[in-house]
């Protein structure tokens, strides 16, 4: 029989701690529902989805209820591309038409959610492909955006003003996670390409959700972009809405989502950077966390 190597002991001694150090945060969250918005490079590159499918596989087996919201900007640009459809951005916003919308809608379910239900099931747990057609789960109402003073039209674009989280709840009853797509249709049945930092935000707030997390391809917030050194752990609500004009296009968005969740009763939501592999769980399981935390003022 092989000994027992000291570094064996060692490596079980660290595992052993770490699992004990997770425990207030199990029992903080058991039971909870947490709203996780899946993008940027971790959702275009193969190991890093695969490592998000098994943190959300990993929190529905410890009694943590995670939902899965997600958008496909990438995706959608790569298949209008082979369609010979040019993609128009105003604003930071896909102007979205007839000719666009249904392409959106499909990429979004049936390439994006269906592959990432398909990568929660391989790790373990089941998972229930949806979106805000389904089961009035969202209504939008259209946007338009200003620019230089003037109002612009960006086509079948929207923002969700009401949510019916009962399919999500049904799902999350049955052991599910759900796995959301954002398209929604408008009080006349139109339907609308939604932001998904936004539409996960919205959805945090009528669930009840404990927290909100945002996948990104940054460490958090800067005070200071591009300076480095200026990576925000931790901000109060009030202090963000001052800093909010101020951030790159990108972000506004983002943190966005963070102020209105936190503003509609979400105890506290975070910006997590998606290009390290298990950012979820650290987020969730270290007394460091990871990223920004956006607190209630």
Not at 15 to 42: C, D, M, R, Y
Not at 60 to 65: A, E, P, S
């Amino acid at each position: 029989m092989k000994p027992i190597e000291t570094h064996d002991h060692d490596f079980a001694a660290i595992k052993a701690q770490t699992l004990i150090e997770s425990l207030p945060w199990l029992q903080n969250f058991h039971g909870k529902v947490v709203v996780v918005k899946f993008g940027g490079n971790a959702m275009v590159d193969e190991a890093l989805a695969e490592a998000f499918a098994q943190d959300m596989a990993y929190l529905r087996w410890v009694g943590i209820k995670p939902v899965v919201v997600h958008g496909g900007g990438p995706q959608i640009s790569a298949k209008l591309k082979e369609l010979g459809i040019e993609s128009e951005f105003r604003g930071g916003f896909r102007v979205t038409t007839d000719e666009t919308i249904g392409v959106v809608r499909d990429v979004l379910r049936d390439q994006i959610s269906e592959s990432l239900a398909a990568q929660i099931r391989q790790a373990g747990a089941g998972a229930r492909v949806m979106s805000g057609e389904d089961g009035n789960l969202f209504r939008a109402v259209k946007t338009t955006i200003e620019q230089d003073g003037e109002t612009i039209d960006i086509g079948l674009v929207g923002e969700v003003n009401l949510v019916n989280p009962r399919i999500v709840f049904d799902a999350l009853e049955q052991g599910d996670i759900p796995v959301i797509s954002t398209v929604a249709p408008d009080a006349q049945g139109n339907l609308l390409n939604v932001n998904a930092d936004l539409a996960a935000a919205a959805l945090a707030v009528a669930l009840g959700a404990e927290k909100l997390m945002v996948l990104t391809d940054v460490a958090g917030l800067y005070s200071n972009w591009p300076n480095t050194d200026s990576l925000v752990s931790e901000i109060s609500a009030t202090e963000l809405e001052a800093m909010l004009p101020t951030l790159e296009s990108g972000m506004i968005p983002k943190m966005q989502a963070c102020l209105t969740a936190v503003s509609g009763g979400v105890p506290r939501a975070h910006i997590i950077d998606g290009r390290t592999p298990h950012s979820i769980l650290l987020e969730i399981f270290t007394k460091n966390g990871f990223g920004t935390m956006v607190l209630p003022s």
